[in-house]
Each structure stands twice: as C-alpha cells, then as structure tokens.
C-alpha cells in the first residue's frame, strides 16, 4: 500500500511540474519600492523594469538559458493600453477599477501604441530638446529685455546668456543621444547562458496601465504594466 501511496505522489509531483512548466508564471520583486516584473519559461527569462523612465521606456532584460542563441528582434514588440470603447481612447486613464477588482477586460477596446526604431527615437527625442531649448532661450530673451536696461554692456551679457543656455542645450542634447545610442534596443543575437538588456521608447499617452507583448525565441510574454502600483 505504502507502495502504491508512493508512485501516485510521484506521478502527481511529475504531473504538477510537467504543467508548470507549460504555462507561464508571470511574478515580481521590488526596486525602489517599485515593482519589476518578470517571467522564466522554457529557458528563457524576461524581465521588463519600468523604475527609471517609467512605462513609455521600459527597461527590458533577456536571459538565455535555452542551450542554444536566437534573435531577438524588439521591432516585433508590441504595446497597448485599454479604453472603453463606447466612450472612446480619452478613458484609457480611467479604468483603475478594471485593474484593481479583476473585471473582465474582454469588454474594454485595445488602444495600440507606437513603439520607435532606434532611428526614430533618436530623431523624436534630439527635436524635442531642440525645441525645448529653443523656446527656453525666447523666454529668457524676453525676460533680459524687460529687466535689463538697452545700454550695450546690458546687451553684452544678455548674449552671453543666450550664449551659456544654447551651449547648456547642446550638452544636454548630446548626453541623450549617446543614452539612447548605448542603451535602446536593437536587433541582437543572444547567445546561451548571456543576458542582454536595452530600453524602448513608446509613444506617450495618458494613461496608466500599458501591455507589452514581447516575442522571444518563439514564444509571447505579455505583461501588463499599472503605473499606479508601488511595493
């Protein structure tokens, strides 16, 4: 009997790993009194942190322990959030209650968000901070000329402000180029028992809750992401 007790508790513990296995087991730690979020299947673990820049730049991480590299190729990512859809994508910051009590989602509209290319980000963030300069230097402009006296001394130093806040501009400009030259996701191959880590920038939206699905070596991760929730 103590036999047979035996064998049926192996089985059901081969059963119970077979099917852990199968499915994916999405979890979380705490960084910074944030969540992280991260899955392991098949040898392959994703993590997606959203601690730094928050979710419009998550940081993602790929482990391999697969016995083998494959491409990963973030141009296959995708990310929505929800909206209610008789009320149209200006709900999409209103659905708290949707996460918080577990209703079902299957009523609300997917809200598809643009993720950039390298290429795109680059060009979107560089304008950006072109114009943000630009705009910050007019101001200070019209502050000098209203507080300064028109004598040519108090027009000299006026240039040289303008002059330190378009070299500050510049500094800043060229910092966040090289940010996102070193640290965006690209196409790369991953080799067995290496991780690779890089950041995507998507296109920013009021809302609250994003989903990533993330394709990796075959198979789908999908996380969804509340900006809400702290440790």
């Known amino acids: 009997m103590k036999k047979v007790i035996l064998a049926l508790l192996l089985v059901s513990t081969f059963v119970v790993s077979a099917t852990a296995q199968n499915e994916k087991v999405y979890k979380t730690y705490v960084k910074n009194d944030r969540l992280v979020h991260y899955c392991n299947y098949k040898g392959v673990t994703v993590i997606v942190d959203v601690t730094e820049s928050g ?40 659905l708290g209650m949707y996460f918080d009590k577990k209703l079902d989602k299957s009523l609300l509209a997917k809200d598809s968000l643009r993720i950039y290319t390298y290429e795109n980000y680059s060009r979107t963030q560089s304008n950006a901070i072109f114009w943000g300069n630009l705009l910050a230097q007019a101001m200070v402009a019209t502050m000098d000329a209203i507080a300064q006296p028109n004598t040519p001394e108090a027009r ?4 040289a402000h303008q002059e330190e806040l378009a070299a500050a501009g510049e500094a800043t400009k060229a ?9 965006y996701w690209r196409a790369n191959t991953i080799f067995d028992m290496t991780e690779h880590s890089g950041f995507i ?5 009021k ?3 994003v ?7 075959g198979e789908t991760f999908s996380f969804l992401i509340d900006a809400r929730k702290k440790y």
């Not at 991480?61 to 990512?77: L, R």
């Not at 000299?156 to 240039?159: E, I, K, S, T, V």
């Not at 910092?175 to 640290?183: A, K, M, P, S, V």
């Not at 920038?201 to 939206?205: E, F, L």
């Open 55 to 94: 979710i419009f730049e998550p940081q993602i991480s790929i482990i391999n322990d697969t016995g083998h590299e494959f491409v990963f190729e973030p141009k296959k990512i995708k990310a929505f959030c929800y909206a209610i859809d008789a009320q149209g994508k200006s709900t999409r910051n209103m």
């Open 156 to 159: 000299y130093w006026a240039r």
């Open 175 to 183: 910092y966040e180029l090289q940010r996102i030259n070193e640290g």
């Open 201 to 205: 920038g998507i296109k920013r939206r």
């Open 207 to 209: 809302a609250d809750h």
């Open 211 to 217: 989903v990533l699905e993330i394709p990796v070596n």
